[in-house]
């Protein structure tokens, strides 16, 4: 997505650590026009599938995720990390290892939110060695849902989490796939 | 509100503790043409205000917030919880009483993206107690920028958290008050 790759070249910024902060539109501050255009191009992408329900993640894939939601139409579902005591009844849960908070989390989802009959497009921010997204797969496949793709904004490429998981047959749309990053040079895939 | 009333009589559920679930629509699985009927009426209240952003809290408060910056054509801005990698720079910081999860959390939003000269309106599902309402209003305070009020979705008005905001002369907005709740009965505010 050409425009998304512009404004990652101008307002994104790489940190230590394969960090790419792009805080500014994204993921703190949000630039909801911007990702209005993001919702279409996903719509643009799964037109022909049979989508029912947006899975994601808590925090920074909600905002995403219902902006994107009006394209398509379907309602919202987030897990959430850790135990709430807001949640009750039966549950899907998960572990998924976080790289960038250096720790294991449990993502939870109730069950009543996904259904065999359901068919999920995930959304979320960042795909980067594909932890939490795995995640979610997992969630999807046990609730006997069928997972029609996922939909990224920003890919680290260099990171491989969604090579693995195209070589597995999942469907991965990245929207901007990052293969290689410094502080004064950033190369999108092709 | 009379949608939202009705709605959370419908499908809204009391549990012990005095929580009131609304993960059906609200804030688990969200129905996303019926957040946009609430940005409609957040934007119908706050129509004389200046607003030039909308800060809410993570998680659940993200998606809301998008949904009703569509109405306001202005950005989101999130504050996160707890510290994060993945935030440098100066930040804003406070700390917020969580009586649901029953602990001591940082409140954190980058400098940056709070300027003195906004506009601000605050954007959150639920005000109980309104310990977070406060955490954001501090930020508010801190940068300087002008409080043009708080739009939530669900108050309960009997833990008065929103009252004694609106005694220090903040503009609370609720689309709906439940000014009390049972296994049986919940009465809204007139």
Redesign the interface.
């Known amino acids: 997505m050409q425009l998304l790759k512009e404004r990652i070249l101008k307002d994104g910024t790489v940190?230590p650590?394969n960090?790419l902060?792009v805080?500014?539109f994204l993921n703190?501050?949000?630039?909801?026009?911007f990702?209005?255009e993001i919702g279409k191009e996903f719509k643009r992408r799964f037109a022909g599938s049979p989508i029912t329900k947006i899975l994601t993640i808590?925090?920074?894939g909600?905002?995403?995720?219902?902006?994107v939601?009006?394209y398509f139409?379907?309602?919202?579902?987030?897990a959430?990390k850790a135990q709430?005591?807001?949640?009750?009844g039966e549950m899907y849960t998960t572990k998924v290892q976080s790289f960038?908070?250096?720790k294991v989390y449990d993502v939870i989802l109730?069950k009543?939110?996904l259904q065999p009959e359901d068919h999920v497009l995930i959304i979320d921010d960042f795909l980067a060695n594909g932890c939490a997204l795995q995640g979610l797969i997992e969630i999807v496949d046990t609730a006997g849902a069928t997972l029609e793709g996922a939909g990224i904004v920003i890919e680290k490429g260099f990171q491989h989490g969604g090579d693995a998981l195209r070589e597995k047959g999942i469907r991965v749309e990245s929207l901007a796939i990052v293969d290689s990053m410094s502080d004064d040079s950033l190369t999108f895939r092709a």
């Open positions: 940190k650590g960090i902060k805080d500014s703190h501050q949000m630039d909801i026009p990702i209005n808590e925090a920074s909600i905002g995403i995720a219902c902006i939601a009006q139409g379907v309602p919202v579902v987030f959430k709430s005591l807001n949640l009750d960038t908070h250096k109730s009543k939110f």
